[in-house]
């Protein structure tokens, strides 16, 4: 069965950094496109990246361009999320998701990510 | 690129039918058949469960199902159980700036 899990997440000060990973297993990871979706508390769901099967395309929100940068390592079964330049509304559960065409079939279950000073 | 829009909420009694609306723009839910729908209870992960405006995934009952006319897409939910009590989004592929669009969430309450 496909497992995904987020880890990474914490508290940091704004402008700061941080790296997010999430580990899969119970699939062909190198086959798959990986997302990145993240939901502040209490709000909606905001999709910030995605990678493709083998790196080579990587498209951004709006909101993250320029400041966050999705990669993976299919040696590792790993994808990553380096967010620069953090901000206060950046604050947000962090979920992985396994691209299934234009959907998301799977989901970790997060990680939290607390921008404050 | 603005979120897909929905009702805030929606509720129906158990046994009943409700409908969800997911409004877009011909960029996104107009334009491609490649709409989504996730269910999350509180506390954890969204669920996928309709792909590409009508297909159901493996394992999600055929209580529910999706359409699509013009720039909206709709989420029905038929013979409505306790357990559907949730949140609920809809996505979309764009063409605009940002590749994919969440809708803002809909609460279905079951009476």
């Known amino acids: 069965q496909v497992q995904l899990v987020e880890s990474g997440g914490g508290v940091v000060q704004p402008g700061r950094s941080l790296r997010l990973s999430c580990a899969a297993s119970g699939f062909t990871f190198s086959s798959s496109g990986m997302h990145w979706v993240r939901q502040a508390p209490g709000k909606g769901l905001e999709w910030v990246a995605i990678?493709?099967?083998?790196?080579?395309?990587?498209y951004y929100a709006d909101s993250v361009k320029g400041r966050f940068t999705i990669a993976r390592d299919n040696s590792k079964n790993t994808v990553y999320l380096q967010m620069n330049s953090l901000r206060a509304e950046d604050s947000a559960l962090y979920y992985c998701?396994?691209?299934?065409?234009?959907?998301?079939?799977?989901w970790g279950p997060g990680t939290l990510v607390t921008v404050s000073s | 690129q603005s979120a897909l829009t929905q009702p805030a909420s929606v509720s129906g009694s158990p046994g009943q039918s409700i409908t969800i609306s997911c409004t877009g723009t011909s960029s996104d839910v107009g334009y491609y058949n490649y709409v989504s729908w996730y269910q999350q209870h509180p506390g954890k992960a969204p669920k996928l469960m309709i792909f590409?405006?009508?297909n159901r995934p493996s394992g999600v009952s055929n209580r529910f199902s999706g359409s699509k006319s013009g720039n909206t897409a709709s989420l029905t939910i038929s013979g409505l159980q306790a357990e559907d009590e949730a949140d609920y989004y809809c996505s979309s592929y764009t063409s605009g700036s940002t590749t994919y669009v969440f809708g803002t969430g809909t609460k279905v309450t079951v009476l």
């Open positions: 990678v493709s099967h083998d790196g080579t395309n990587k």
């Open positions: 590409d405006v009508t």
């Open positions: 998701a396994k691209g299934f065409g234009t959907s998301y079939s799977d």
